[in-house]
């Protein structure tokens, strides 16, 4: 009756998103101490910090002591965010970064405006000059991302042809540059997306790329994270970012529309549930959500380290 | 690409769910304003109070004047819950109490031994009984229910076969006593569905019965409970319990495993974006949700009161 994939590859991102939202501030060390522990629970990918204008995001002042305070697990691959060229220059200097370049592209031509002060034509030419320099840095360019891919704040719904021809616009770049994508990410920046509009979007795109990978990148700002991730896995997606206890966003401070990405332990819950491998440990992963609300010192949404999950049932001796 | 329904009918268990776990008092007039403001939304169902024992349940001691303050309006049903016979009969003496029959079996014996003392043939035993009760009352009886119909805490994982047998069991008593029911409920008492077993159950019984409605009454407990939602939609169920800011359970105040039932205005918002009716007015709902967190003092779980909706931004007027 469904697609659902035998595995999934989770983006850890909870550490950058919720520690660059809070209003802090918080202790170095903590966020060392999330991160060293999130590290340990099987996660592969974790987006520990981004490198912008400190003033701008108090909370990541110290995003380079934090990439020099923590313990790299081997086989872990530690990733950060960057804006401008600036940015990824703070970024090169730690070795011990994981650094991968991005085409993207956005979906709303107000949003852009609004946020860069760029055309969509000007955003399109700044990803050659940008996949350029990631080249010339020796970094490899494997992503695709298109932000506000299911509707915009500013401009509404997003037919799903634009979808469509960003994609086509992403690869074309890609095949200019010869740089070979690995998946592209469809990014519901506002959270617009449901369901339904997951569906019809990959649906559109599997159409035309049929052999194309995605990922998704879903907020929870009303709700509907995890029914969307789950639309996601019925259409066989098997890339998600998402945030451990819900960090990235405080619903219950009236930061309303600030909701933080899909809850990390509560898709690793659902996916344990439905049979599909994640490669993480719930029970420590669930450590982790309580050990990230105790450093920012307020509840967090996840449900499943309030809820429990049910293998201890399943196993009276683990009760 | 699924079988959504175009429409479908909200049970409001709000008040019910929410005034009979809190830890209270909670002024019986306020509970009366929640409740004539939820009639003012379009909800045509509410379950307004539990006639329980008030040493079991504080907080429904004052049921009888819950029932007899508010204002009822024409066109909307206000419903109650009871457990035994002494709470039926409190019921009967309310005229504007709209009461219906059901007849409730139970997934789990362990569970039923537990709550109920009783064996599932007992339970099974007493259901005729009941029956006769209502049919001598003049009470309709035209639902079936089914208990921890996706797991339970004390026996674990139900298996499908179990929920097939058990329908067959409840049409049975109702073809006995000559009662025609309109749905039969599958609650997921204690949080284990995933949109998969969803599917499953539903699958089967649809198998089985193709024109026998169901109804389901989802618990929030792991997160899952708008996904299970969408996935009963996908499965063309037209009939969800529901609760308004998600009221039933405190997940932020450590009662693990109490969360409420799916959250009313999140899942209108949900059937909204994807095109389904409701007949609900999502605004007037929020102002519900605001005002249910006003009186039980602390945060509630729902997200759309907190992110808003996205009508807004269609309609630039709107902001």
Redesign the interface.
Request: charged share 20%; net charge negative; aromatic share 6%.
């Given at each position: 009756?469904?697609d659902?994939p035998a595995a999934v590859h989770i983006n850890e991102e909870g550490p950058r998103e919720g520690f660059q939202i809070e209003k802090g501030p918080i202790p170095t060390a903590r966020k060392i101490e999330l991160i060293d522990a999130l590290s340990q629970t099987g996660l592969d990918h974790i987006q520990i910090v981004s490198f912008v204008n400190p003033r701008a995001v108090p909370g990541m002042a110290d995003a380079d002591e934090v990439v020099e305070g923590i313990t790299p697990r081997p086989g872990v691959a530690y990733t950060a965010l960057w804006l401008n060229e600036k940015g990824f220059e703070r970024a090169l200097a730690h070795k011990r970064l994981s650094l991968g370049g991005s085409i993207t592209l956005v979906a709303s031509e107000k949003f852009l405006k609004r946020n860069q002060n760029r055309t969509a034509a000007e955003q399109l030419a700044s990803q050659h000059r940008i996949v350029e320099m990631y080249k010339a840095a020796g970094i490899p360019v494997e992503r695709g991302s298109i932000m506000a891919a299911f509707?915009?704040?500013?401009e509404?719904?997003v037919p799903v042809d634009r979808v469509v021809a960003l994609v086509q616009q992403i690869l074309g770049v890609a095949a200019e540059h010869g740089v070979t994508l690995k998946y592209i990410t469809l990014a519901d920046t506002m959270?617009?997306a449901?369901?339904?509009?997951i569906?019809q979007v990959i649906?559109a795109l599997r159409e035309r790329w049929p052999d194309l990978d995605f990922a998704l990148h879903l907020h929870?700002?009303?709700?509907?994270a995890?029914?969307n991730?789950?639309?996601g896995l019925e259409m066989g997606i098997t890339r998600y970012d998402a945030a451990v206890a819900g960090l990235g966003g405080c619903?219950?401070a009236?930061h309303?529309?600030a909701?933080g990405n899909v809850?990390t332990e509560?898709l690793v819950?659902?996916c344990n549930?439905?049979?599909i491998e994640t490669g993480i440990d719930l029970d420590a992963l669930i450590e982790c959500a309580k050990l990230a609300e105790d450093i920012v010192g307020h509840?967090l949404p996840?449900?499943?380290m309030?809820?429990?999950?049910?293998q201890r049932?399943?196993n009276p001796q683990h009760v």
């Amino acid at each position: 009756m469904s697609d659902l994939p035998a595995a999934v590859h989770i983006n850890e991102e909870g550490p950058r998103e919720g520690f660059q939202i809070e209003k802090g501030p918080i202790p170095t060390a903590r966020k060392i101490e999330l991160i060293d522990a999130l590290s340990q629970t099987g996660l592969d990918h974790i987006q520990i910090v981004s490198f912008v204008n400190p003033r701008a995001v108090p909370g990541m002042a110290d995003a380079d002591e934090v990439v020099e305070g923590i313990t790299p697990r081997p086989g872990v691959a530690y990733t950060a965010l960057w804006l401008n060229e600036k940015g990824f220059e703070r970024a090169l200097a730690h070795k011990r970064l994981s650094l991968g370049g991005s085409i993207t592209l956005v979906a709303s031509e107000k949003f852009l405006k609004r946020n860069q002060n760029r055309t969509a034509a000007e955003q399109l030419a700044s990803q050659h000059r940008i996949v350029e320099m990631y080249k010339a840095a020796g970094i490899p360019v494997e992503r695709g991302s298109i932000m506000a891919a299911f509707g915009c704040n500013f401009e509404g719904d997003v037919p799903v042809d634009r979808v469509v021809a960003l994609v086509q616009q992403i690869l074309g770049v890609a095949a200019e540059h010869g740089v070979t994508l690995k998946y592209i990410t469809l990014a519901d920046t506002m959270a617009w997306a449901t369901p339904l509009s997951i569906k019809q979007v990959i649906g559109a795109l599997r159409e035309r790329w049929p052999d194309l990978d995605f990922a998704l990148h879903l907020h929870d700002t009303r709700g509907l994270a995890i029914a969307n991730a789950y639309a996601g896995l019925e259409m066989g997606i098997t890339r998600y970012d998402a945030a451990v206890a819900g960090l990235g966003g405080c619903p219950f401070a009236g930061h309303a529309g600030a909701a933080g990405n899909v809850c990390t332990e509560d898709l690793v819950f659902l996916c344990n549930e439905m049979g599909i491998e994640t490669g993480i440990d719930l029970d420590a992963l669930i450590e982790c959500a309580k050990l990230a609300e105790d450093i920012v010192g307020h509840p967090l949404p996840g449900s499943v380290m309030k809820g429990g999950t049910l293998q201890r049932f399943r196993n009276p001796q683990h009760v």
